[in-house]
């Protein structure tokens, strides 16, 4: 088959799925066109050394060049607001918000474009590109690529209709990036809760921060944990995943040819035909099948329904875990409460091991460091 008739098979398929699911309403449906996506999440407390002004002086319109160009690029593809969002995800689970995800392979850098959640998958690199080029002509060497990251994720939230936040900047850009570290932090679609606990974990979470950010309402670490991993899978309410990263739930959840049975069933079967058993593992599906391109609350509804599309979705409601349960729950009839939740975790995650003060750079290109 040619690329053009596959990509076409793809969007005819995706459209009739699309319709097939619906048994409910639907407020938004696009046909998806090309592949990749992925993700991650994390956090650290309050960081010193960033803060929302920190271009005040030295690139005033900072942020109306960047939300002038996400305008442009998600009015032109709706999915790049997700994978944007995606990529400073990806960046700050791997030593930290450095835009060490946008280095590409040098004499000195093995890249982390190709690891297992990256390869074939990230993308909105063009769009980073114009971003800088245009910040490099109003101010010359001043904005990061790691605050870009963090900018246009804001920005690709709110242009989605999703709430926004006060923004620490102020990040610097690392001269190193880690493969392997890619491959280890980020979690895999097919986590269990134990997992994504551990990864979670690793980025630095524990008791203090604990206390110092829920106060006395919640009694644990893990329960804490779980509300971040919750509100980050938020950001599955829009993007899309490929057939790769869901297969293992229709086929053989648990190494016994048998699906994952919490999968609503109309659901299941109208998975599979977009899925089948071999081949097709790049064709892609919304994560949010009932508004892929609006930042909403519906993705917790879906998870209610049986129709989370990761099984890391699947689990928040599953997981049989009390908290992560009445959370979904209140998610999805409370959008306000989750728009809240989901802005103070997006902070704490940006503020994963910035490089400040004297350490580091500030790129003049993203895909290098100076020299
Ligand atoms: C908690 C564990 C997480 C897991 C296991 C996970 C897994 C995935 C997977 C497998 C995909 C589809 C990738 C593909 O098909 O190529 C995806 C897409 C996506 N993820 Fe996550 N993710 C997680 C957390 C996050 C977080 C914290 C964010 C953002 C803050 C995020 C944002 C996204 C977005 C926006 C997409 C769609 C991207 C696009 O359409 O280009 N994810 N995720
Ligand atoms: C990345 O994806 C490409 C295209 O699917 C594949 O050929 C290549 O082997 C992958 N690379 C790695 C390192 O997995
Ligand atoms: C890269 O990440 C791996 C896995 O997390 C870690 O063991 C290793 O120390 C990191 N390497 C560097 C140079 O930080
Ligand atoms: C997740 O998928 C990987 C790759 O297919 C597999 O090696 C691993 O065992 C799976 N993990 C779980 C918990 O099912």
Redesign the pocket.
């Known amino acids: 088959m040619t690329k053009a008739s596959m990509g076409c098979s793809k969007v005819v398929s995706s459209l009739i799925l699309v319709a097939f699911l619906s048994s409910s309403t639907f407020t938004l449906a696009f046909p998806v066109s090309n592949s990749g996506s992925g993700h991650g999440g994390g956090f650290g407390g309050g960081y010193p050394g960033l803060y929302p002004e920190f271009y005040e002086f030295s690139c005033p319109q900072v942020n109306d060049i960047v939300m002038s160009v996400l305008e442009k690029a998600i009015g032109r593809e709706p999915r790049m607001a997700a994978s944007l969002l995606r990529l400073h995800f990806h960046d700050c689970f791997v030593q930290g918000c450095d835009a060490s995800i946008l280095l590409d392979d040098s004499t000195t850098i093995v890249s982390e474009k190709k690891s297992g959640p990256n390869n074939n998958s990230i993308r909105g690199f063009d769009v980073i590109d114009e971003i800088k080029a245009k910040l490099e002509q109003a101010c010359p060497q001043t904005v990061s690529c790691a605050d870009i990251l963090a900018l246009s994720a804001r920005g690709s939230t709110v242009l989605s209709g999703g709430p926004s936040w006060e923004l620490p900047l102020g990040r610097r850009d690392s001269k190193t990036a880690n493969l392997s570290g890619s491959n280890a932090n980020i979690p895999?679609p097919?986590?269990?809760i134990q997992?994504l606990v551990a990864l979670f974990n690793r980025q630095g979470l524990d008791e203090a921060d604990l206390v110092a950010l829920s106060g006395e309402l919640l009694v644990n670490v893990v329960s804490f944990l779980f509300i971040i991993f919750l509100v980050s899978s938020g950001s599955h309410t829009i993007g899309v995943a490929r057939c790769v990263t869901f297969k293992?739930r229709l086929y053989n959840q648990y190494g016994n040819n048998q699906p994952d049975e919490t999968l609503e069933r109309n659901y299941y079967n109208g998975l599979k035909t977009y899925c089948p058993r071999s081949g097709g593992d790049n064709n892609i599906f919304p994560l949010d099948l009932a508004s892929p391109i609006r930042f909403d609350n519906t993705y917790f509804e879906l998870i209610l329904w049986g129709k989370g599309l990761l099984n890391s979705d699947e689990v928040l409601l599953t997981g049989n875990v009390g908290k992560t349960m009445e959370l979904v729950t209140e998610y999805a009839k409370h959008e306000g409460i989750f728009f809240g939740q989901f802005a103070k975790s997006m902070i704490r995650m940006g503020n994963i091991s910035p490089i400040t003060g004297s350490n580091g750079e500030i790129r003049k290109n993203c895909y290098w460091i100076n020299n």
């Open positions: 895999p097919n986590s269990t997992n293992q």
